[in-house]
C-alpha cells in the first residue's frame, strides 16, 4: 500500500488534522529516504544482479544496517 499526504492549492487549505498526518508521513519517510541515499552514495546497488523478490529482502536488510551505521 502507498501512502501519500495531503495537498494544500491556494483555494484549499490543509486542515490541522491534514498537516499532522502529513508530518506522520513525513517522519516515517526520512530514515528510508536517508537510508537509500547513503546505498546510492556507496554504489552498493550498481552490481546487484538477483531475482527481484531475492532483491527486496536484500535491500530491506541493508537499509536496516546502513541506518545502524549512520545513527553510530
Known amino acids: 500500500m502507498i501512502v501519500t499526504g495531503f495537498h494544500a492549492s491556494r483555494a484549499h487549505k490543509l486542515t490541522s488534522g491534514q498537516?499532522?498526518?502529513?508530518?506522520?508521513?513525513a517522519v516515517g519517510?526520512?530514515?528510508?529516504e536517508h537510508g537509500f541515499a547513503h546505498l546510492k552514495n556507496w554504489r552498493?546497488?550498481?552490481k546487484l544482479r538477483t531475482a527481484?523478490?531475492?532483491a527486496t529482502c536484500l535491500l530491506r536488510a541493508l537499509l536496516v544496517l546502513t541506518n545502524l551505521e549512520v545513527t553510530r
Open 44 to 46: 552498493i546497488l550498481t
Open 29 to 32: 519517510r526520512a530514515p528510508v
Open 19 to 25: 498537516k499532522t498526518a502529513n508530518r506522520v508521513i
Open 52 to 54: 527481484p523478490a531475492r
